[in-house]
């Protein structure tokens, strides 16, 4: 009893700052989404034990820089992609110059993080953005979430019902195919139901939270994935009852990007 106390009101704290967050937006948003993906950056680095290495040191660092492109907007809308280039060579320089102090994996493993982590989260900051008919708004923004988390609850739910057929039996046993479609179903009819309230365009908030929902799975199970193959039972502590950045945001991660560029494509005008 305990311990659902403590996950519902870390779970609620949560919430009230990711909205209140969202409807600031602007520096407020920048700040907060910059905050969680150094953390979630630092929480990933740490499962490979780089996070005080050299190349998890410059990765730190780069991922600062390339946070400095996107606040900075369309002025630097070549800099992001540069910066990628240039830790890459950053890290290939430290390999061949210090080999063999480092393996191949611990030169790879921040760069794969970088992208993974600081760059995917950044597009919360960067759909929050995007003007919907010409308004400020965090509407779409929030669609992030009510796909992610509502496809995994959805998904739970009906996997308790109806799960007969294991989706990744290795990685994560509990999750059916049965699940993983009333997830996608459950994320559409939310969808359609926030379209209706909020006066958008529904058709379009279903195509949104249906292609959210499907790609928030893959990275709930990426990162899974990740733990298992390091033996970590959470990436960390921060959230009491949740666990680590990366095991609350894990499916935003690849949800974000998906909403990010469907927005671009069906609602902005």
């Known amino acids: 009893m305990k311990s659902f106390l403590t996950r519902l009101i870390s779970g609620i704290v949560l919430l009230a700052i990711i909205i209140s967050t969202g409807i600031v937006g602007g520096p407020v948003l920048f700040g907060f989404t910059f905050l969680i993906s150094l953390i979630g950056y630092w929480e990933f680095l740490k499962v490979f034990g780089l996070e005080k290495k050299l ?19 369309d002025a630097f809308n070549m800099a992001g992609p540069l910066l990628l280039v240039g830790f890459l060579m950053v890290l290939m320089g430290i390999y061949v110059f210090t080999f063999p102090k480092f393996r191949t994996d611990e030169i790879t493993a921040p760069f794969f993080g970088l992208v993974y982590v600081a760059v995917m989260l950044s597009f919360l900051y960067q759909t929050r953005m995007i003007s919907i008919e010409g308004r400020d708004t965090p509407i779409v923004y929030f669609l992030i979430f009510i796909c992610s988390w ?8 009906v996997g308790i019902l109806f799960g007969k057929h294991k989706m990744a039996p290795v990685l994560s046993p509990k999750k059916s195919v049965e699940g993983g479609i009333g997830g996608i179903v459950g994320a559409a009819l939310l969808g359609a139901i926030y379209g209706m309230i909020f006066d958008l365009d529904i058709q379009g908030c279903v195509i949104l939270c249906a292609a959210g929902g499907a790609v928030s799975q893959i990275g709930d199970l990426a990162a899974s994935a990740i733990k298992r193959n390091h033996n970590i039972k ?3 502590h921060l959230i009491p009852g949740h666990g680590g950045i990366l095991d609350r945001f894990d499916s935003v991660i690849f949800t974000a990007p998906i909403i ?10």
Not at 56 to 72: E, N, Q, S
């Open 55 to 73: 190349p998890g040191v410059f990765g730190l660092v780069f991922a600062v820089l390339y946070y400095g492109t996107v606040y900075l907007g």
């Open 234 to 236: 959470d990436y960390g």
């Open 150 to 157: 509502g496809c995994d609850t959805c998904a739970y739910a």
């Open 260 to 269: 990010y560029v469907l927005t671009l494509l069906m609602f902005r005008r």
